[in-house]
Structure formats: C-alpha cells, structure tokens
C-alpha cells in the first residue's frame, strides 16, 4: 500500500475533478482517490504490483487532464 500526492494539470470546475476521480478509480489497484479543486492535487492510496504511476499518467490523460510530478 502507497500513498502519494501528484499536482494534476487542467482542472477547472468541480466536473473536472470528478472526471479526474473516475479516471483514477477505474484502475485496478487504486484504493483510494481524493482530487482537490482548489490545490490542484490528488491524493492516490494505491497497491504498486497492481498498478504504477504511468498507468494513472495514462487514465487522467485519456481524461483530459495531466498529473505532473
Ligand atoms: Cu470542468
């Protein structure tokens, strides 16, 4: 179990967010997701042998948005 923050670029509205969310969650391995408006970060609690940074990279930029390091 690993818990990181990433800053997620192109967020505007609570819409976004939502996408963001949904993106992450439909991830095999991801266990918990919280994306802030506001801060424009996503705290991800997630399994690493089931899932890896590039894939959530993946999912929010199939979403339109992008999480910077
Ligand atoms: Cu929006």
Do not use: F, W
């Amino acid at each position: 179990m690993e818990k990181i923050t990433v800053k997620v670029e192109g967020m505007s509205c609570d819409h976004c967010r939502m996408n963001v969310e949904n993106a992450l969650k439909s991830l095999d391995g991801i266990l918990q997701v919280k994306v802030s408006l506001e801060k424009n970060k996503a705290d991800i609690t997630y399994d690493p042998s089931k899932v890896t940074l590039d894939k959530m990279k993946s999912a929010v930029d199939d979403a339109g948005y992008k999480i910077v390091e």
